[in-house]
């Protein structure tokens, strides 16, 4: 009925967020030594750019879930735009928000926080040196 709104919800304060700490974020530049002794450099992803990925899956789900219900004729265009208002089933509606909606965002926030620690994982492998990038011992 209105699961989407809850992850719809998360993707408007994380847009905020990602703005304002995009804004007092500087760039970070390392050094990675490679193999044959010479030294290259490489930026460090920003924390905003990978908050910027829960954003667009969140706002992405949250569009697609709304096309969904409105498919389904459970989203109108005229008020109140949910018919389970308009047929007093909004303790219902309230609840779908509480149980899906919710155990929506918390999985696509889960999937995302995995994304980030491998993309972690992947940045340390590379600013330790090619051997341990590559699997060797250092």
């Known amino acids: 009925m209105a699961c989407f709104i ?3 919800a998360e993707a ?5 967020v990602t703005k ?6 500087k760039e970070e530049v390392i050094r990675i030594s490679l193999s044959d002794g010479h030294f290259e ?5 920003p924390f905003s750019t990978k908050l910027g ?5 969140l706002w992405g789900g949250s569009a697609l879930l709304a096309f969904e219900h409105i498919w389904h004729g459970e989203v109108v265009p005229y008020f109140p735009f949910l ?3 308009e047929n007093g089933e909004t303790s219902g509606m309230l609840a779908e928000m509480g149980s899906a909606g919710v155990l929506m965002a918390v999985i696509v926030t889960a999937v995302w ?5 491998v993309s972690s994982l992947i940045e340390k492998r590379a600013i330790s040196g ?6 060797g011992a250092r």
């Open 12 to 16: 408007v304060i994380t847009t905020a």
């Open 20 to 25: 304002i700490i995009k804004s007092k974020e």
């Open 6 to 8: 809850v992850p719809a």
């Open 130 to 135: 090619p051997e341990t990038a590559k699997g």
């Open 53 to 57: 990925w829960l954003n667009k899956m």
């Open 83 to 85: 018919t389970a208002i």
């Open 113 to 117: 926080g995995g994304m980030v620690a």
């Open 41 to 45: 450099e490489a930026v460090k992803t």
